[in-house]
């Protein structure tokens, strides 16, 4: 349906939702503060390019989305993109591959992409996210440290080195406010889980800084004034040869805004229990991205730890999402000046914690010690997003895992399987172990999954469960006709798992093969599962549920 749930949400909204939206959406606005300046910097423009695209791209994302909660703006993901879209081409070209994305996006929605973009393998997304996040650890070192150096290389390999001929050039105060930033942010939400500790920390070391007259480079010593204005409308300059040039990064720009966004979006249906419009999210985020560079803004998409704050703090219709960009634009006209002020460590201690979240390092240890094939899509993405480019990561890693999906297709066909599944006869198999032949107990719920447990029919799986109002007390999965499995259907397992955790149901697996029963094994979810639980046949798997209602009676 291509209808913007603020339309759904204005239908029933009440003066008790609005004030939640409130409460959540000038926290947020907060919260994103530091993190849109901090976003720029990395990507090398200005700061202020940072609150325009959280003002613009915010605003337009939450007014026409698919999300009753989405959060845009800048984001992580696209620092390494922008980086070097900017070093080769400037910021006009930026402008304008930011705003072909945005029209791709659009197209994308409008022909119902949005479904298509779930079905990006696992591995490929973990691997380039991890890439991205040592990226932006390693962007930061030099403000982190204050190290006097001159402009810090792009190659991965490089900027090393030279940090490494840099080592000693350290600034004593810089690495101190870094440092003590660092661990306000770490151990704070110990003390409150309402405020951040981002924010406490801007704050008591723009404090520190200024009071103590610390040797410490901020915002304004490098990059001047920010603007306490909104600029006027703009359309780039750029030669027909450049935009030709510049087609290719701006597919990654949309690829990364529509897979962010639609994670975020599928993260926040987790967590409200609502579901999302994705094909709406898709013109929404084309649409912030084709008017945020006409105000000198940057690529933009759904933040999924803004989105999570915005939720936690009581946020309930897009209204929030609105009020969140409101609270910048204010901020922006009446407190640009004391954002000046801010250090730069701080920027890169917060960026250093955003880059530890991104990284999902136990999602790629787990994929290590899954399916070989996964691992090696994994590694191969992580790789070359460091060390060549992300585009290249993106498109070898997508290549790389449809030859190994075809090449697992083809080791688990059964000619006497097909030829039985196209058969004419009308005489039918004779199938004892047929679920029509079992008597289910009331209170169980049964699905079978048939054929390669891979990508496309993982996130199918997914929906089918999702359909289902009422938890039952025991959910069995056959898996009688599942050959093989990936890292995509492993993970969707664990998610099933845990959704049924939080359902008080017990989660029984029966008719395991080989293949998967050791993925099962090497990612540990068979121990999470329990033993007891993985079973043989659909006998029984109903006879461990009768068990498990009896115990329960």
Do not use: C
């Not at 402008?95 to 022909?111: C, H, K, R």
């Not at 690495?175 to 889980?193: D, K, N, T, Y």
């Amino acid at each position: 349906m291509l209808k913007p749930k603020l339309f759904t949400t204005l239908k029933d909204y009440s003066r008790e939702k609005f004030a939640s939206d409130l409460v959540a959406g000038v926290i947020v606005g907060i919260v994103a503060l530091p993190l849109a300046i901090a976003f720029a910097i990395a990507s090398g423009v200005s700061p202020e390019k940072g609150l325009y695209t959280a003002i613009v791209a915010g605003f337009i994302i939450s007014a026409i989305g698919g999300s009753r909660v989405q959060i845009g703006g800048p984001t992580g993901a696209f620092v390494v993109i922008v980086y070097g879209i900017v070093q080769k081409y400037g910021v006009d070209g930026l402008m304008v591959a930011t705003m072909i994305a945005g029209v791709l996006l659009v197209i994308m929605g409008f022909a119902r992409l949005g479904s298509a973009i779930k079905f990006i393998p696992y591995p490929v997304i973990v691997g380039f996210t991890s890439g991205i996040a040592l990226i932006i650890f390693s962007s930061q070192i030099k403000d982190l440290f204050g190290l006097s150096m001159g402009a810090v290389p792009s190659d991965f390999i490089e900027k090393w080195m030279v940090y490494a001929q840099h080592v000693t050039a350290f600034n004593l105060y810089a690495v101190a406010i870094g440092a003590g930033s660092l661990i306000i942010m770490m151990f704070w939400p110990r003390i409150s889980h309402k405020i951040p500790g981002s924010l406490i920390a801007l704050v008591l070391s723009t404090l520190v800084v200024q009071l103590l007259d610390l040797p410490v480079e901020t915002i304004g010593s490098r990059f001047g004034d920010i603007p306490s204005s909104l600029p006027t409308p703009m359309f780039p300059s750029i030669s027909f040869a450049t935009f030709k040039d510049l087609f290719q990064p701006a597919i990654t720009i949309a690829l990364l805004a529509g897979i962010e966004a639609l994670l975020s979006a599928v993260v926040a249906d987790g967590m409200t229990g609502g579901k999302h419009r994705s094909n709406m999210e898709l013109i929404a985020q084309g649409v912030a991205n084709i008017a945020s560079p006409l105000f000198g803004g940057i690529p933009a998409t759904g933040a999924i730890a803004r989105t999570a704050t915005n939720i936690r703090n009581g946020g309930k219709t897009p209204i929030a999402g609105i009020i969140h960009a409101v609270v910048l634009l204010f901020i922006m006209l009446f407190f640009g000046r004391w954002a000046t002020l801010i250090p730069l460590p701080t920027l890169a201690a917060i960026l250093v914690i955003v880059s530890y979240n991104m990284s999902e390092w136990r999602s790629f240890r787990s994929l290590l010690r899954g399916p070989r094939s996964d691992a090696v899509v994994l590694v191969t993405t992580f790789a070359l997003t460091v060390v060549l480019d992300l585009t290249i990561a993106i498109e070898v890693g997508m290549l790389l895992a449809v030859f190994l999906f075809m090449h697992r297709m083809a080791s688990v066909s059964n000619v006497s399987v097909i030829t039985r599944e196209f058969s004419d006869d009308e005489e039918d198999v004779e199938d004892g172990m047929s679920i029509d032949r079992q008597d289910v107990p009331e209170g169980v719920e049964v699905y079978e999954i048939n054929g390669p447990f891979f990508f496309g029919a993982a996130y199918k799986f997914k929906e089918s469960i999702q359909v289902v109002n009422k938890a039952p007390k025991v959910r069995i999965i056959r898996m009688r006709n599942v050959p093989a499995i990936d890292a995509t259907g492993l993970h969707t397992l664990e998610e099933v798992f845990e959704r049924s955790q939080k359902q008080g149901t017990v989660l029984v697996i029966s008719g395991i093969h080989a293949q998967p029963l050791m993925a099962l094994e090497q990612s540990k979810l068979m121990q999470r599962i329990g033993e007891e639980n993985v079973v043989e046949s659909i006998v029984d798997a109903l006879a461990r549920a009768r068990s498990l209602l009896h115990s329960r009676a």
